[in-house]
């Protein structure tokens, strides 16, 4: 633990802000730059998707907007967990989480363009639907405007009840209860309903699962960058890096757990309709993948992390929440992918390189401004 | 905890002189007085009111063996099963007991590696409650298997019994290695936690085969530097060991009901709602004796109202997420459109179990609810009242997922109803009285506060 971590600083100890450092201004541009460019590319390829009844566009952009939403909410759980339970092990740490939910608008707007791709994604949009036994059944609930009315209002919970519990504490255990309830359901409608016949009562913590392990890397990895620009309170000799490290490690197994308790109760019961989506993701062109995910998401982090030593070394927490990073995009992926091109056998190119570059683009422009703002650090 | 070492006392894991920890124990106690305090009451006779207690729980304990008696030698017959619900009282006390368990390893294994120090003045205790109840889980299997002089047949052994071979495919399996694993890692992280208390007791000792018994458990500890640094070692590493089994037993009783094909029973939510819904009990069930004990054996210094408090909020939480997870099963079963789920849902809430239903619901979701309120949280009286109303619910939460799913399945004509009889109240009781027996004789024999640990977030000394 680092001792000085918890050592509170005074007004005058704060970081003064990018404003007074010629470079990192420089580098701030630069990043901006790349960052627009990547939006304005990643935007571009992603359109190369639109043939072929554009279900590589949309599914990606899907992607982009969930991968978006768990960013913000990963900032917001992480503020409100570590809050909840007094640490002071965070303080440091605090910037890159208060400034993720700067992405949360974006997202709302990437998931109000899914509209119009609404008949591509979901089979409950489509026109022969109302001649689906099964669908009929659910029609009250999976319909297009009461669907993309909920969106708003999970955006607008978040949005709300975020910003004000990160200004006041008392905040923090009510939007716990919201966020429990709102979670839950976005994971339900966004992704669960693409696969008619098909559920999982623990779908919404399997995306918590992954949403939270990418929030800690992300928190990871901009602990790093802004210790690199001499952006931590003067008060933080090294980084905190240690115990993000042990989150890290925590989470990339308490994931697994999830994964394997969905895996292993559908697998194991053998039942038709609900084996159905794991059996296309064991079958060949979609097994490499399938277990490639495992090994993002958990054996990869949990072996970087379990190290001592490595916990503290800034360049393997790089890697470590890099590779995660990478898992939560092909987790997504293969919740998403699979139902919407029938389990034909999954195609990786340029739509998904621009749903990628789209995603660290608009997460980057979201995030920076806030994460290097004047005394914000704090 | 990597450089526990390097703090100033073993057990001082490196917050620095801030914080909250310097009120963790109340009354500015000496290191003196912590030793004194804690090891009077095991070195002096109990009183009446200890003897009464055990009397009383004794009995109880003594209805469960005369129970347990009339079913080993009349058979199974003496329960209210039948054909269609084959599981229904005792393996919810089973899932009941291994879920009270919980609570014990939580606090010592996972909010250690937390460091969450306010763990120090409940863990001996918890951790003692953990054992006794896994003890009083494993004895329902046992007792339904039916021939329980060949339990040991549940155990992969090399056998002359031919092909005769455990089934690995079989949860029910994974359950014997589950709980007995479980049983021997608390048993134990808590004995390696006692060590130095029992030198301390040792040392106090003036009867020499006292003295010899306890030097003998105690390992010939001296409290070296380095003996503390290897205890501190030891220590750290059963914590991480003892972690994934918070988990795991709980999971895998889950699986019991989930690898199924029952509607109601096979959930892929089971196995963290049920190992959320451990620890709710768990921590229900600590704080209804604690509360007692603290009050009896005059530790409310120790187990303060700060102590009540974050144990309360732990209940809270927890209880808000099993909440949550009723919340989901319902709203899955009807987003599924699957006919069987749909009904197996409605029954729970408005068939014949209704009762059962919505007094699981009012106990483990409503009442949870209270310690929203800062005032509930620190009064005892009210705190026990609403955790014996949480251990009530999480009972019933057990009776309702294994009873309603099974005695109205997929075929009408074999629809039926499950009276529990005398003989299997009994043994429920049985269990308590050898639970609350256990933890009787524990407060007497052993400090029932980690004195060495207490030590270690004193305020004395610390900032001086």
Redesign the interface.
Request: no cysteine; aromatic share 16%; charged share 10%.
């Given at each position: 633990?680092n001792?000085a971590a918890?050592?509170p600083a005074s007004p005058s100890d704060r970081f003064e802000g990018l404003g007074h450092v010629p470079e990192l201004i420089r580098l701030g541009r630069t990043l901006r730059g790349a960052a627009v460019g990547a939006l304005v590319l990643g935007a571009l390829l992603l359109l190369t998707g639109a043939g072929q009844g554009g279900a590589r566009l949309w599914g990606n952009l899907l992607v982009a907007g969930v991968n978006l939403t768990h960013v913000g909410l990963g900032g917001l759980f992480l503020v409100a967990a570590t809050r909840?339970?007094?640490a002071?092990w965070s303080d440091p740490i605090l910037a890159a989480p208060h400034a993720m939910p700067k992405v949360l608008p974006w997202a709302l707007g990437v998931m109000l363009v899914l509209w119009f791709g609404a008949a591509v994604l979901y089979p409950w949009a489509r026109p022969e639907a109302a001649s689906d036994?099964?669908l009929h059944?659910?029609a009250a609930?999976l319909n297009k405007p009461f669907f993309w009315g909920r969106i708003v209002l999970y955006f607008v919970l978040w949005h709300f009840l975020g910003r004000l519990m990160l200004r006041r504490k008392s905040f923090t255990?009510p939007f716990m209860?919201s966020f429990?309830?709102t979670l839950?359901l976005a994971s339900?409608d966004w992704i669960m309903s693409l696969e008619p016949a098909w559920?999982?009562?623990?779908?919404?913590?399997y995306g918590f699962a992954g949403m939270f392990l990418q929030g800690i890397a992300v928190v990871a990895m901009s602990a790093v960058a802004l210790r690199r620009f001499g952006l931590l309170p003067h008060g933080v000799q090294k980084s905190p890096n240690?115990d993000l490290g042990k989150m890290l490690f925590a989470f990339s197994?308490f994931w697994a757990?999830?994964w394997l308790?969905?895996f292993?109760?559908?697998w194991?019961?053998n039942?038709p309709e609900e084996v159905g989506p794991i059996k296309v993701l064991l079958s060949r062109p979609w097994a490499p993948l399938y277990f490639l995910n495992l090994a993002l998401n958990f054996v990869v982090p949990f072996h970087l992390m379990l190290n001592?030593k490595a916990k503290d070394l800034e360049s393997m927490m790089l890697w470590a929440g890099a590779v995660v990073l990478a898992g939560h995009w092909l987790d997504l992926y293969l919740m998403i992918f699979p139902p919407l091109t029938g389990g034909a056998a999954p195609k990786l190119g340029l739509p998904e390189l621009g749903g990628i570059l789209f995603t660290l683009g608009l997460g980057h422009l979201a995030v920076w401004p806030r994460l290097t703002r004047k005394k914000e650090t704090l | 905890m990597h450089d526990a070492t390097a703090a100033a006392h073993p057990h001082d894991l490196g917050h620095g002189p801030h914080g909250a920890d310097s009120a963790l124990i109340k009354g500015d106690k000496t290191y003196g007085q912590v030793t004194e305090e804690v090891f009077a009451p095991i070195e002096r006779l109990p009183n009446k009111a200890w003897f009464a207690a055990v009397a009383l729980t004794g009995s109880m304990l003594a209805l469960g063996a005369w129970a347990v008696f009339q079913t080993l030698t009349k058979g199974i017959g003496t329960w209210g099963l039948n054909k269609t619900v084959g599981w229904a009282f005792d393996i919810t006390n089973f899932v009941f007991w291994v879920g009270i368990g919980h609570a014990g390893t939580l606090i010592s294994a996972i909010l250690y590696l937390f460091r969450q120090h306010w763990r120090t003045s409940i863990n001996r205790a918890a951790e003692a409650m953990t054992i006794f109840a896994v003890m009083c889980a494993g004895l329902f299997p046992i007792i339904h298997m039916g021939r329980p002089w060949v339990a040991h047949w549940a155990l992969p052994l090399p056998n002359t019994r031919g092909p005769l071979w455990v089934n690995f495919r079989s949860p029910l399996l994974w359950d014997v290695f589950a709980i007995s694993t479980y049983f021997i890692i608390s048993a134990v992280f808590w004995y390696i936690g006692l060590l130095p208390d029992l030198a301390t007791a040792r040392d106090r000792a003036e009867h020499p085969v006292r003295k010899r018994l306890l030097n003998l458990l105690s390992l010939g500890w001296n409290g070296a530097n380095r003996t503390w640094k290897h205890y501190e070692s030891v220590y750290g590493l059963l914590a991480g060991l003892a972690t994934p089994l918070v988990v795991s037993v709980h999971t895998i009783v889950s699986m019991d009901f989930a690898t199924s094909v029952i509607p109601g029973w096979h959930a892929t939510l089971f196995p963290p709602y049920f190992v959320v819904g451990a620890v709710f009990s768990g921590f229900a069930m600590v704080l209804t004796l604690m509360i007692v004990a603290r009050k009896l054996m005059n530790y409310e210094e120790y187990i303060t109202a700060s102590h009540l408090d974050a144990m309360c909020k732990v209940v809270l939480t927890t209880g808000s997420i099993v909440a949550l997870a009723y919340a989901t099963e319902f709203f899955v079963a009807w987003y599924s459109g699957n006919p069987y789920e749909r009904y197996v849902f409605l029954n729970r809430a408005l068939g014949p179990y209704k009762w059962a239903f919505w007094t699981m619901v009012s106990c483990n979701v409503i009442t949870p609810q209270f310690f929203w309120f800062e005032k509930f949280r620190r009064t005892p009286w009210i705190i026990f009242i609403l955790c014996i109303f949480v251990n009530i619910g999480m009972w019933f939460e057990r009776f309702v997922i294994i009873v309603t799913s099974l005695h109205r399945d997929y075929l009408p004509s074999s629809w039926a109803m499950y009276r529990p009889t005398f003989i299997e109240f009994a043994t429920l009781i049985g269990s308590f009285g050898l639970f609350l027996t256990l933890f009787l004789i524990f407060c007497r024999v052993l400090p029932m506060i980690a004195a060495s640990e207490v030590k270690g977030v004193l305020k004395h000394g610390q900032e001086q």
């Open positions: 633990m001792h918890s050592t909840l339970t007094n002071r036994h099964l059944l659910r609930w255990a209860v429990g309830l839950s339900f559920y999982s009562t623990i779908f919404a913590i240690h197994a757990y999830i308790s969905q292993l109760l559908i194991y019961a039942i001592r | -």
